[in-house]
């Protein structure tokens, strides 16, 4: 009996650096079993029936590296785990995750293949994993799948869990091989977002900023509060007040004059707003709906013109979007409802989803709409005459950009309003004819400065140049030349992991760093030991970098963890890798190979950034080899001072930690510095230096305190009176 089925066994998630990218990954384990022997190729019509399914696999250039590249593998065979991978990929893809990493490879075991697909959010990947293996089967099995349907709730999946679009475009920003700043997403679902590691991080939740003053945020919901500030410091502002009653608003409607606006005095969205109110009817007609958006109602001015708004950062204007007027044109024939859907609605650029730049218009959801029709004489019912216009929305979507046009001083008025209220990202709505004049010269006015402001109508106008707002929030938390990283040492290896890790964060905190240590014998601030359970795992890591005392972090990296998990960290300044035993097999993880070992092991050598050092064992024929992989420097240890490795450096010119005359030497090229006599190294006491690598060791975490710039002296006082047995810090 044949079993002609895909089987997942385990997936991963591995959330950091792995031994496959640098980028977050699922790694599914994925038994095949009889299809092994079923190639795409002699599956009748199943070439056909995935293509009609997914035809943008056209796209995927796949190892030939040409367009339809994939699709000429599918033709000439290909094993349904290397298609599982490519249609996972198309089927986030589809759902606006474009692009991303992927590797189908087999394992020792027949049929059992490690599928790896780039995982940009878990839930949504894992969604698309499982919907890739459904899709895969129906192709096979010749039944049919709905593929729209599927892209449908992998889309909901990710408004669900993924970043929204402001705070996306903030990440992308940092993330950019310009700045290279990391991020750590600080809530599951939500937008807090930490970019940098340690003391060094700034935080952001959506357009708000850890420079974002509470008290600024929340004098801008108060609009009443924010047009008296502005009004006190010459900011052109329409006359208004806060208003009580029906009768209240009628009144102060007739006393500023009509036509007025009507809108909750600390709403947001343009919810319960409602402009070119024209009469009292009218202004007991919106009151109910605007007080239901808000704790007050204000009552102010109608100003002339078209809405717009300004995005200031930083004390800079960095885009201006104007707001669109939505009109439809009767045919004798369709209802106003049908006009809006053909007319309006069929615009692609408008939809539910965020990354659409206009919104669907239903004028059921809609009140403001509604009246605009009513004035005109119609409902959605109505059919209007041909070539008749209907207006159906005067201030829709912020959509056309009008970055470039914005006269200077109007630009300058919104920096005033942004630095008034306190905030350092303001969204400034302003009203105004022609924004390329002074709003002096046309009656213009601020009408609300917005804490927060939503950054989507600017990186995806529906007309107009996208502007790098995102850039612009980055550089301003971030000098130029500013550091977002911490720095960081990784230390692996087969054996010795601890007492390295140990020793480089003793050294760090001797040399006036704060320093954060994770590893096997729990997680460490400052020498304090602050958890007891097993560090070497991601969440303990993490939490070591979210730290914001944290001047240097120190990470203890076994293999288990490494492919497990991958490394918290993106990059590190330094890392050591002490040994490696070609014996010591990971069964559990199909590693179970001396090269499957050794690859797992290189992935701290391949973090390593080009100002940093990768500190290895001259002694490890192994460990050597992975030099070539260092993007920074290579530092050789070695107790003995012949070791090849040693020589050859030391002839380059390079940095190199060996024993020589009884003593710890600091060399680089031929200039030796002896720091440290074994007799005096209370660790190496008693025989203890006898012991089986403890010297070896000790060399790693010197070499390793070296290359992350703790001077010979402060090693030379660190390491002889250094007890890893003496009693922990509980203060």
């Known amino acids: 009996m044949t079993n002609k089925t895909i089987e997942f066994l385990n997936v991963l998630h591995l959330r950091g650096p792995n031994i496959w990218t640098y980028r977050s990954v699922l790694e599914a384990w994925v038994d095949i079993h009889d299809l092994e022997d079923c190639p795409s190729n002699v599956i009748p019509g199943?070439?056909?029936?995935?293509?009609?399914?997914?035809?943008?696999?056209?796209e995927h250039r796949c190892s030939i590296g040409e367009r339809g590249g994939f699709l000429k593998r599918l033709r000439d065979g290909t094993w349904p785990g290397h298609i599982l991978e490519h249609v996972t990929l198309e089927l986030q893809n589809l759902a606006g995750m474009s692009g991303g990493f992927g590797k189908a490879r087999e394992t020792s075991l027949r049929g059992v293949y490690k599928v790896v697909i780039r995982a940009w959010q878990k839930?949504?990947?894992?969604?698309?994993?499982?919907?890739?293996?459904?899709l895969l089967m129906a192709a096979i099995e010749g039944r049919p799948y709905d593929v729209d349907a599927a892209v449908l709730r992998l889309r909901d999946l990710v408004d669900k869990h993924m970043l929204g679009p402001s705070t996306r475009c903030i990440v992308e920003a940092a993330a950019d091989k310009q700045r290279r700043i990391p991020y750590i997403r600080l809530l599951p679902e939500g937008n807090l977002v930490q970019l940098g590691y340690g003391a060094r991080q700034r935080r952001i939740w959506t357009a708000e900023t850890d420079r974002t003053?509470?008290?600024?945020?929340?004098?801008?919901?108060?609009?009443?509060?924010?047009?008296?500030?502005l009004e006190s410091c010459g900011v052109p502002v329409p006359e208004g007040r806060i208003v009580t009653s029906v009768e209240d608003a009628i009144e102060a409607a007739e006393d500023i004059g009509f036509p007025v606006v009507v809108k909750p005095s600390d709403g947001n969205h343009a919810r319960g707003v409602f402009t070119n109110i024209r009469t009292p009817q009218e202004v007991a007609d919106v009151f109910p709906l605007s007080a239901a958006e808000g704790s007050e109602v204000m009552v102010e001015r109608f100003v002339q013109g078209a809405e717009h708004r300004l995005l200031v950062v930083g004390g800079k204007m960095v885009a201006a979007n104007k707001g669109d007027m939505v009109s439809v044109i009767g045919d004798g024939t369709h209802t106003i409802d049908e006009l809006i859907e053909t007319q309006i609605n069929s615009d692609p650029r408008r939809g539910v989803e965020h990354e659409f730049p206009l919104y669907l218009i239903k004028l059921e959801n809609y009140p403001a709409a509604q009246m605009e029709v009513a004035r005109q004489g119609y409902t959605g019912a109505s059919v209007p005459?041909?070539?008749?216009e209907v207006m159906i929305v005067r201030t829709s979507n912020m959509a056309f950009d009008v970055t470039d046009e914005v006269h200077p001083d109007t630009a300058e008025l919104a920096c005033l309003a942004a630095r008034i209220v306190g905030l350092d990202i303001a969204g400034v709505d302003l009203v105004c004819e022609d924004i390329s004049k002074p709003l002096s010269e046309q009656q213009g006015a601020i009408v609300e400065v917005n804490a927060g402001?939503?950054?989507?109508?600017?990186?995806?106008?529906?007309?107009g140049q996208p502007r790098p707002v995102g850039e612009a929030i980055v550089d301003h938390l971030f000098e130029k030349d500013e550091d977002a990283r911490i720095p960081i040492v990784g230390v692996t290896g087969s054996r010795g992991k601890t007492p390295v890790a140990r020793l480089i964060a003793h050294l760090s905190r001797l040399s006036g760093q704060y320093t954060g240590l994770a590893c096997s014998e729990g997680v460490f601030l400052d020498g304090r030991q602050v958890e007891t359970a097993e560090g070497t795992n991601w969440d303990a890591a993490e939490r070591v970098l979210m730290n914001r005392s944290v001047e240097t972090a120190v990470f203890e990296n076994g293999c288990r963890s490494i492919l497990a998990d991958g490394t918290v960290y993106d990059r590190c300044s330094v890392g050591v890798v002490t040994n490696i035993d070609p014996e010591l097999h990971y069964g559990e993880f199909y590693i179970d190979s001396p090269e499957k070992v050794w690859n797992v092991f290189r992935t701290q050598v391949d973090l390593v950034l080009s100002s940093g050092a990768a500190v290895l064992n001259a002694e490890?024929?192994?460990?050597?080899?992975?030099?070539?992989?260092?993007?920074?420097?290579?530092?050789?240890?070695?107790?003995?001072?012949?070791?090849?490795?040693?020589?050859?450096?030391?002839?380059?010119?390079r940095r190199t930690v060996f024993v020589k005359d009884g003593a710890i030497v600091l060399a680089t090229g031929e200039q030796e510095d002896p720091v440290a006599r074994l007799a005096k190294?209370?660790?190496?006491?008693?025989?203890?230096?006898?012991e089986p690598g403890v010297l070896s060791n000790l060399l790693a975490a010197v070499a390793g305190a070296w290359a992350l710039g703790v001077s010979p002296a402060m090693i030379r006082a660190g390491v002889k009176p250094y007890d890893p047995k003496a009693p922990l810090r509980n203060d």
Do not use: C, W
């Open 46 to 58: 199943f070439y056909e029936r995935l293509t009609a399914m997914l035809p943008s696999l056209i």
């Open 385 to 388: 005459p041909e070539g008749q």
């Open 620 to 653: 490890d024929p192994a460990v050597v080899e992975m030099a070539s992989l260092s993007d920074g420097e290579v530092i050789f240890y070695a107790v003995d001072p012949n070791a090849e490795a040693v020589v050859q450096a030391r002839s380059e010119g």
């Open 213 to 229: 003053p509470a008290i600024a945020e929340s004098i801008s919901r108060e609009k009443d509060l924010t047009k008296t500030l």
């Open 681 to 690: 190294i209370k660790l190496l006491a008693n025989g203890a230096g006898e």
């Open 453 to 463: 402001p939503g950054l989507l109508m600017h990186i995806k106008p529906g007309v």
């Open 123 to 134: 839930d949504v990947s894992m969604a698309a994993l499982n919907m890739g293996h459904d």
